[in-house]
């Protein structure tokens, strides 16, 4: 079974800061890999989403992630935090259900704090 | 992407009583999932559903304590049976992506058992 591990499950920057989080992968194959925010009191928004076609992969809100198979890292970075980046961020990487068909197993999270 | 909607998006139950809660999304999909996430932890699967089948329940997962509707191609139902506090959590549904593996949520449904 797959499973994806995040390093932090607190992290706290300065605004302007980077926002570096971390994802590992568990995988003998390139698998889906995708990185998920929540907002409190809300549900998951897609980040963006690495499918193989390249490595760097850019999502939304300024957001991007390097897929690095040697690692089997998927770190998610931007290069100047904003306030309304403050959120709980989420790795996730597709596997196969009971049923054969596919699924999404998530990491536990990393809340992400913005400083003043 | 799918625009997805959970009724309700809150509630406060008593122990012993069953939820239901109900999923709607925007455009026709095969599969819809049922995610559980308990406070301040992960999303965990909890079953697949699809129309026309029997829901698909991952280890751990029973039908007797969620059993799961799926009468048409836009609209699910999962309900929490005999409720303790452990079932406190939020219960979030999902669809997948038209271009890829990708999935898209609902807004959750945050249920309290007291």
């Known amino acids: 079974a797959q499973s994806v591990t995040q390093l932090g499950s607190h992290v706290s920057v300065s605004e302007g800061a980077l926002v570096l989080l971390r994802c590992n992968y568990s995988?003998?194959?390139?698998?889906?890999l995708f990185w998920y925010v929540q907002y409190p009191n809300q549900g998951l928004q897609l980040l963006l989403k690495?499918?193989?076609?390249?490595?760097l992969v850019k999502g939304i809100n300024g957001f991007e992630a390097e897929f690095k198979k040697s690692e089997t890292s998927f770190h998610l970075t931007k290069p100047s935090a904003h306030m309304s980046d403050a959120a709980e961020y989420f790795c996730?990487?597709?596997?196969?259900?009971?049923?054969?068909?596919?699924?999404?197993?998530f990491g536990k999270g990393t809340k992400l704090t913005v400083n003043p | 992407s799918a625009v997805i909607s959970q009724k309700p998006s809150r509630d406060i139950c008593q122990r012993g009583t069953s939820l239901t809660i109900q999923c709607q999304v925007d455009?026709?999909?095969?599969?819809m999932f049922w995610y559980r996430q308990q406070p301040g932890q992960s999303l965990t699967l909890i079953a697949t559903?699809?129309?026309?089948?029997?829901?698909?329940?991952e280890s751990g997962f029973v039908i007797d304590k969620f059993p799961i509707s799926r009468p048409n191609l836009t609209f699910s139902t999962l309900t929490v049976s005999n409720m303790s506090p452990e079932d406190s959590s939020i219960y979030l549904c999902?669809?997948?992506?038209?271009?890829?593996?990708?999935?898209?949520f609902g807004p959750g449904t945050r249920l309290t058992v007291t």
């Open positions: 996730a990487v597709s596997d196969l259900n009971q049923g054969g068909s596919e699924k999404l197993v």
């Open positions: 995988s003998s194959v390139p698998p889906y």
């Open positions: 690495y499918t193989s076609a390249a490595t």
């Open positions: 455009s026709q999909v095969t599969m």
């Open positions: 559903a699809n129309q026309g089948s029997e829901a698909t329940y």
């Open positions: 999902s669809c997948p992506g038209k271009t890829g593996n990708e999935q898209y």
